[in-house]
C-alpha cells in the first residue's frame, strides 16, 4: 500500500485515464513535459487505497521524470504511467497480461510523445506484452534483442551518488566501516545492499516484506522492523522502497547525517528538503541519484554509445550530485533547490531550442 497523499498541482500536458477494455483496472498515463524530447518513464503496478492515490501518484512521478531527464541531460522529457490495484487484488497470468496490453494500448494513444518501460511492480516481460501494442515501449528483454533490466544501472548511479555524499558528511567516499541503512530491498535496493556489503559498509535494512530477512542475514547485515529503520544511527539513509517516506515525524526522528537514495518521491511534502536541512541533515534529490536507469534505457534505446560508454555516464551521476551539493553549500539553499534550478535552466534552454549539459 502507498501513503496517502493530496493530489499534487496539475502541470502537464497530457494525461490519459483509462478503465482497460480487457483488464477492467484503472491505468493512467501522465505525459508531464516534452519540451526535451519525447517523455521517457517507466510504468508502475501498484495497490493503492482508491484510483486517486494512482492517478495522484502517476501526476508526481510525471513531474519528477521532467526533473530526473533533464538534470541526466537527456533528451528526453517526462512521464510516467501506473495501473492501479485495489488492496488485495492479486492478478493471474492471464489478467496481468490483458493489463499490459490495455497499457500498450494507452501508450500508443498519445503517438510516440511517450515512451514506457519497467518500474516498481512491472517487469521486461511485461514491456514485451506492452510491444504487442505500442512501439513506444523500452527496456525489452535481452533475449529479444532489449537493453533488459535497468535495475543495475540504477543502483550503480546510487552507489556513485552515495560516495558523493560521503564526501560532504564523512570526509571522504570511502565506504569501509560506514554505517548505511537501506529501507527497501527490491531489485535496485537489493542489489546496492550486495555492493555496499562487500565494500565493506555496516549495514542495517529492512524490507515490508519479511522474505527479504533471509536475503539481509545472508549479507550480514542488521534487520530490523519496518517503520523502524530511520531511528538507526547512521552515516547515510538510503530510502529504496515506495515514496512519501520522509513525512515529517519521519524527518524530525530521523538518526543519520544524509539521505541519498533510489526511491522516487521520498519526501511526503516538498518542505521536507527544508525540514532536514534545519536538522543538518543532508539530502541527495533523490531524481539525480536515481537516474542511471533511465540513461541507460534512453541511450541504449537510440544507440548513443556502446555499453560501456552508457555505463561510464552512468557513474558520473556522483559528479552531478558533487556540483549540486558545493552549489547548494555556496548558495545557503538546499540540494533539492540547487538541482530544481539545474533542471529548470535546461528546460528553459529546450524550450529556446539550444541545448545544455549538467
Given at each position: 500500500m502507498t501513503h496517502t497523499l493530496p493530489l499534487p498541482d496539475f502541470t502537464h500536458e497530457r494525461v490519459e485515464v483509462i478503465t482497460g477494455r480487457r483488464s477492467g483496472l484503472f491505468i493512467a498515463v501522465a505525459l508531464h513535459s516534452s519540451v526535451l524530447g519525447s517523455a521517457l518513464g517507466g510504468a508502475r503496478l501498484w495497490t493503492y487505497p482508491h484510483w486517486s492515490d494512482a492517478l495522484g501518484d502517476a501526476l508526481r512521478l510525471s513531474a519528477a521524470m521532467t526533473l530526473k531527464?533533464?538534470?541526466a541531460g537527456l533528451d528526453a522529457g517526462g512521464g510516467k504511467s501506473v495501473i492501479g490495484l485495489a488492496e488485495g487484488q492479486v492478478l493471474d497470468a492471464e489478467q496481468r497480461r490483458a493489463a499490459f496490453l490495455d497499457l500498450g494500448d494507452a501508450v500508443e494513444s498519445l503517438g510516440g510523445l511517450y515512451r514506457t518501460a519497467e518500474d516498481v511492480g512491472s517487469t521486461t516481460e511485461d514491456m514485451l506484452v506492452v510491444s504487442e501494442r505500442t512501439a513506444h515501449v523500452v527496456g525489452l528483454p535481452d533475449a529479444v534483442g532489449g537493453s533488459g533490466e535497468p535495475a543495475g544501472p540504477t543502483s550503480l548511479g546510487v552507489f556513485s551518488s552515495l560516495r558523493a555524499v560521503l564526501e560532504h558528511v564523512a570526509g571522504s567516499g570511502q565506504v569501509a566501516g560506514r554505517r548505511i541503512t537501506i529501507s527497501g530491498l527490491g531489485q535496485v535496493g537489493g542489489r546496492l545492499a550486495s555492493r555496499l556489503a562487500q565494500e565493506g559498509a555496516v549495514l542495517t535494512v529492512t524490507d515490508v516484506f519479511a522474505g527479504k530477512r533471509a536475503f539481509a542475514e545472508s549479507l550480514g547485515a542488521t534487520w530490523v522492523e519496518p517503520g523502524t529503520e530511520h531511528r538507526v544511527l547512521a552515516d547515510v539513509f538510503?530510502?529504496?522502497?515506495?515514496?512519501?517516506?520522509?513525512?515529517?515525524?519521519?524527518?524530525?526522528?530521523?538518526?543519520?547525517?544524509?539521505?541519498?537514495?533510489?526511491?522516487?518521491?521520498?519526501?511526503?511534502?516538498?518542505?521536507?528538503?527544508?525540514?532536514?536541512?534545519?536538522?543538518?541533515?543532508?539530502?541527495?534529490?533523490?531524481?539525480?541519484?536515481?537516474?542511471?536507469?533511465?540513461?541507460?534505457?534512453?541511450?541504449?534505446?537510440?544507440?548513443?554509445?556502446?555499453?560501456?560508454?552508457?555505463?561510464?555516464?552512468?557513474?558520473?551521476?556522483?559528479?552531478?550530485?558533487?556540483?549540486?551539493?558545493?552549489?547548494?553549500?555556496?548558495?545557503?539553499?538546499?540540494?533539492?533547490?540547487?538541482?530544481?534550478?539545474?533542471?529548470?535552466?535546461?528546460?528553459?534552454?529546450?524550450?529556446?531550442?539550444a541545448s545544455v549539459r549538467p
Open positions: 531527464n533533464a538534470t538510503v530510502p529504496a522502497g515506495i515514496g512519501g517516506l520522509l513525512t515529517d515525524a519521519v524527518i524530525d526522528e530521523l538518526d543519520a547525517a544524509a539521505v541519498c537514495g533510489p526511491a522516487n518521491n521520498p519526501l511526503a511534502e516538498h518542505s521536507g528538503a527544508e525540514r532536514l536541512a534545519a536538522r543538518g541533515v543532508l539530502y541527495a534529490p533523490d531524481f539525480v541519484v536515481n537516474a542511471g536507469g533511465v540513461i541507460y534505457l534512453d541511450l541504449e534505446a537510440k544507440h548513443l554509445g556502446t555499453r560501456e560508454e552508457i555505463m561510464d555516464r552512468v557513474s558520473g551521476i556522483g559528479d552531478t550530485v558533487r556540483r549540486i551539493l558545493d552549489d547548494a553549500a555556496t548558495r545557503g539553499i538546499t540540494p533539492l533547490a540547487a538541482a530544481e534550478e539545474l533542471a529548470a535552466a535546461r528546460l528553459r534552454a529546450g524550450a529556446a531550442g
